[in-house]
């Protein structure tokens, strides 16, 4: 079942997303040539003890990071740790998440290492974060799941092919409800899988983090033997972009957005909802 939310359910989720934001802002920051992963995921660590946030992400199922730490041709769900070491060049995705008296925030950011960078990594961040957009913009009241599916990937098949030859929209892995808890229903492809109908209505209280994956390459994924951290198959690099979005009667309101939105939806038409917390 979709859990639909109060205005004052989706003020709460504001205040964890606002979170999450500074806890991208700082751990971007921190992603220098020379830092570990484990030192961005004690970055986030301290941005969650000062806001007197929860993190969602450790402990669950397991995994041991306050955050998801994926470089290069990891896809998500990289684990933190003191071997993996940036260097000038590197791409990495950053997944994070907080909750807020019970209520959750989660999104994720890939951010580019030092220099020297090929252009169509610059390229492959845009059309992924672009997409990402698409997407919000088409979380209208009236529409349906498959709508924000159809924006996203409709976004991303629009774009010139990479030097790689194409851009692959990653299968297995997409975007997802929240609120009371990190992942609900319902689950939301990047594609439009025609078998799997057009899913529920949008309609004001529902709440879903919107993120499309994409690889120089393939869809295809792998998982490493720690069960956590997902590989493309064939070694090409992605990128990850994320945001949870609250759909209200006034519009979208982009909770871990630290403008809501506003802006970035205005460029595409929407008017993002007003801000509960002002």
Known sequence: MVEIKTPEQIAKMREAGLVVAAMHRECAAAAVPGATTKDLDEVAAKVLAEHGAKPNFLGYGGFTGNICTSVNEVVVHGIPGTDTVLKSGDIISIDAGAIIDGWHGDAALT??????????????????????????AAMRKGNRLVDISKAVEGYIRRQPRPASGKYGIIEDYGGHGIGSQMHMDPHLLNYVERRRGRGPKLVPGMCLAIEPMVSLGTAKTHVLDDEWTVLTNDGTWSSHWEHSVALTEEGPLVLTAPDGGKAKLAELGVTAAPDPLG
């Open 111 to 136: 951010v580019f290492v030092g220099e020297g960078h090929a252009p169509e990594l610059h390229e492959l961040s845009r059309v992924t974060e672009e997409s990402m957009w698409a997407g919000i």
